[in-house]
């Protein structure tokens, strides 16, 4: 099993920066990409940015520009910076990990850490 650990959470002020961090640990090898979501109050869990094990990236448009997601492939770390915040990015931050081991793949999902920022 692999466990996520994140840290970085918080409450911020309009136009401030968090930096996210989550390490997986526990059976890690195989490790591939990796992911930040966000669930805001009431609405539906979104993918923000994703990194693959290339080092390709993605975001989704309402964060791009402001927020880079970057990795640390030997530790199996992500980090999401988020800068220029604004409070509709106020959420709960999951980070996500896929592991794929002869062909399977697996999904493995951090506790969640709160982003509020305010106005």
């Known amino acids: 099993q692999v466990q996520l650990v994140e840290s970085g959470g918080g409450l911020v002020q309009a136009g401030g920066s968090l930096r996210l961090s989550c390490a997986a640990s526990?059976?890690?090898?195989?490790?591939?990409?990796m992911a930040w979501y966000r669930q805001a109050p009431g609405k539906q869990r979104e993918l923000v940015a994703t990194?693959?094990?290339?080092?390709?990236?993605n975001y989704v448009d309402s964060v791009k520009g402001r927020f880079t997601i970057s990795r640390d492939t030997a530790k199996n770390t992500v980090y999401l910076q988020m800068n220029s915040l604004k409070p509709e990015d106020t959420a709960v931050y999951y980070c996500?990990?896929?592991?794929?081991?002869?062909?399977?793949?697996?999904?493995?999902w951090g506790q969640g850490t709160q982003v509020t920022v305010s106005s």
């Open positions: 526990g059976s890690s090898f195989g490790i591939s990409d």
């Open positions: 996500y990990a896929q592991r794929r081991i002869f062909g399977s793949k697996y999904d493995y």
């Open positions: 990194i693959t094990s290339g080092g390709n990236t």
